[in-house]
T-cell receptor, first 113, second 114 residues
Framework: AQTIHQWPVAEIKAVGSPLSLGCTIKGKSSPNLYWYWQATGGTLQQLFYSITVGQVESVVQLNLSASRPKDDQFILSTEKLLLSHSGFYLC????????????FGEGSKLTVL | QQKVQQSPESLSVPEGGMASLNCTSSDRNFQYFWWYRQHSGEGPKALMSIFSDGDKKEGRFTAHLNKASLHVSLHIRDSQPSDSALYFCAASGMATGGNNKLTFGQGTVLSVIP
């Protein structure tokens, strides 16, 4: 069975500080990977997607970057956090050919003060 | 304008009652429609999909799609307190560049009152 693990579960960070969030998928080789952002109780906005190691496409510009250093790992980062970065970050995977079913991780809650 | 609009924003139903959630899309490129459910503090989970006109039933859940009006609905019969969650309608078209981008609505908060 496939599992997806996100870390950390929660972070409280200062404005201007760096951030790194991670995601690991086990039990599925070469999945499509995604990062989504969710304001508290709000909709989900796709940030990045990756279809293969080393290739990441940005969907929206939010002063964030993403990398896929391994087939099963997806990293979201920034060097300088803004207040607007607060929210819930969700990593997800899908089969390569899919009709929209995403498998989400449990999320990382980020509070920027 | 939001491409996927959900209504109502919030809904309260008694335990054992019927909950009805609605969703309308403004993009005729959407072909695949999904309902996702998110419990507080967790990631969303796909509840069910519907791709063809008509009804699709899975247990207590029934989805309905009208492609002509781009309207999707979800009906939950015999609602349980464990159904209390944030429900998202989501839609996608054909994948482009490997990204099958799901567009999510703003969500409906369902509260089932014991």
């Amino acid at each position: 069975a496939q599992t997806i693990h996100q870390w950390p579960v929660a972070e409280i960070k200062a404005v201007g500080s760096p951030l790194s969030l991670g995601c690991t998928i086990k039990g599925k080789s070469s999945p499509n990977l995604y990062w989504y952002w969710q304001a508290t109780g709000g909709t989900l906005q796709q940030l990045f997607y990756s279809i293969t190691v080393g290739q990441v496409e940005s969907v929206v510009q939010l002063n964030l970057s993403a990398s896929r250093p391994k087939d099963d790992q997806f990293i979201l980062s920034t060097e300088k956090l803004l207040l607007s970065h607060s929210g819930f970050y969700l990593c997800a995977w899908s089969y390569v050919a899919n009709t929209g079913q995403l498998y989400f991780g449990e999320g990382s809650k980020l509070t920027v003060l | 304008q939001q491409k996927v609009q959900q209504s109502p924003e919030s809904l309260s139903v008694p335990e054992g009652g019927m909950a009805s959630l609605n969703c309308t899309s403004s993009d005729r490129n959407f072909q695949y429609f999904w309902w996702y459910r998110q419990h507080s503090g967790e990631g969303p989970k796909a509840l069910m999909s519907i791709f063809s006109d008509g009804d699709k039933k899975e247990g207590r859940f029934t989805a309905h799609l009208n492609k002509a009006s781009l309207h999707v609905s979800l009906h939950i019969r015999d609602s349980q307190p464990s159904d209390s969650a944030l429900y998202f309608c989501a839609a996608s078209g054909m994948a482009t560049g490997g990204n099958n981008k799901l567009t999510f609505g703003q969500g409906t908060v369902l509260s089932v009152i014991p």
